[in-house]
């Protein structure tokens, strides 16, 4: 497993995060019991392999499973090696705007953001060479 933010037994990995998060990157070859956050949202996606958990139907390469924020224990079953990666987060409880790459609270804020966007208040990336390493 790799860490990228409070992880298990207390590590912590380097990502700063505003609200609580986890994220666990996922190598598993047998059944694996995990702990989540109490009232945590909490997602599983299948990179590679299938899994079960908790008892439930099967989440298969490429698929989601979305989990109850009640209970903190996960038991994944799997019977071949599963790549996958676990996200927890603490719900942040407003509503949610989107529109193509822009979340926000409120149309009003998606307007606003496209027109930021549109002159040039958000900066600019310069192109990547074909030479350069990344």
Not at 45 to 68: P, R, Y
Not at 98 to 111: D, K, L, S, Y
Request: aromatic residues 6%; proline residues 4%; glycine residues 8%.
């Amino acid at each position: 497993m790799r860490m990228w933010k409070l992880m298990l037994t207390g590590h912590k990995g380097p990502a700063q995060t505003f609200t609580p998060i986890q994220m666990w990157d996922l190598r598993l070859e047998s059944q694996t019991e995990l702990t989540v956050s109490e009232g945590y949202t909490t997602l599983l996606v299948v990179l590679k392999g299938m899994a079960h958990v908790n008892g439930s139907d099967a989440i298969t390469e490429a698929e989601v499973g979305l989990f109850d924020r009640s209970g903190t224990t996960l038991r994944i079953d799997c019977a071949q090696t599963v790549t996958a990666l676990l996200l927890c987060g603490e719900p942040i409880d407003e509503p949610i705007v989107e529109q193509g790459p822009f979340v926000m609270n409120t149309r009003q804020e998606i307007v606003q953001a496209i027109m930021d966007y549109q002159s040039g208040k958000m900066g600019a990336l310069s192109p990547v060479s074909s030479n350069s390493s990344v």
